[in-house]
Nanobody
Framework: VQLQASGGGLVQAGGSLRLSCAAS????????MGWFRQAPGKEREFVAG????????SYTDSVKGRFTISRDNAKATVYLQMNSLKPEDTADYYC????????????????????WGQGTLVTVSS
């Protein structure tokens, strides 16, 4: 599967952005999806994950209540709605895909994902 992320940009603290990740290739519904981010000088970290059909989600603690992951399997796209953005959310954001046999599987570690999109930069100014 090929992944194309978009939607990053510059936003003031407290603002919102919506990232999109469009997939092509195998049927999108076969994949659990995730968003990760990497800030300068830091390791890549898990942000949010969603199961194949969207019934299960997971978030890192720092974004709970502010970010929402969702997917539209008909459009082969996964989204990350980011509200109440903070300067510490500044990073390159990456979408990732992993074949999942169970419909409820949500994956939270980078090693579990086999397919990655290019990063989209989110910059939050104070």
């Amino acid at each position: 599967v090929q992944l194309q992320a978009s939607g990053g940009g510059l936003v003031q603290a407290g603002g919102s952005l919506r990232l999109s990740c469009a997939a092509s290739g195998r049927p999108f519904s076969m994949y659990a999806m995730g968003w990760f981010r990497q800030a300068p000088g830091k390791e890549r970290e898990f942000v949010a994950g969603i199961s194949r059909i969207g019934g299960s989600t997971s978030y890192t603690d720092s974004v709970k209540g502010r970010f929402t992951i969702s997917r539209d399997n008909a459009k082969a796209t996964v989204y990350l709605q980011m509200n109440s953005l903070k300067p510490e959310d500044t990073a390159d954001y990456y979408c990732a895909a992993a074949l999942a046999f169970r419909a409820t599987t949500v994956l939270e570690t980078a090693q579990e994902y086999g397919f990655w999109g290019q990063g989209t930069l989110v910059t939050v100014s104070s």
